[in-house]
């Protein structure tokens, strides 16, 4: 499995963005697609997704504020990103499981500064 990331950017505080992840490859194996993030110095940490047992998972800090949403048929998932702060400054990844395998996209840099 393959994944592409794309649509981060630098954003004032409270601006928006939407990123945007493609998987290719054996899609088919794809259990779940999860958004994380890592910013300077800090551990990498799951931002959002839909768990195995069907639950929609958000971080507490991004609830209300972001969106998870996938599309099954393009095997994508996006994450609109909506009232952003300085402290949402990161690396976004992408992130396919499968029964056996853990695939990582490449990161895409969102800034939230004024």
């Known amino acids: 499995v393959q994944l592409q990331a794309s649509g981060g950017g630098l954003v004032q505080p409270g601006g928006s963005l939407r990123l945007s992840c493609a998987a290719s490859g054996s899609t088919n194996s794809i259990i779940t697609m999860m958004w994380y993030r890592q910013a300077p110095g800090k551990q990498r940490e799951l931002v959002a997704g839909?768990?195995?047992?069907?639950?929609?998972y958000y971080a507490d800090s991004v609830k209300g504020r972001f969106t998870y949403s996938r599309d099954n048929s393009k095997n994508t998932i996006d994450l609109q990103m909506n009232n952003l702060r300085p402290e949402d400054t990161a690396v976004y990844f992408c992130?396919?499981?499968?029964?056996?395998?853990?695939?990582w996209g490449q990161g895409t840099q969102v800034t939230v500064s004024s």
């Open positions: 992130n396919a499981r499968t029964r056996s395998q853990n695939f």
């Open positions: 839909i768990t195995t047992g069907g639950y929609m």
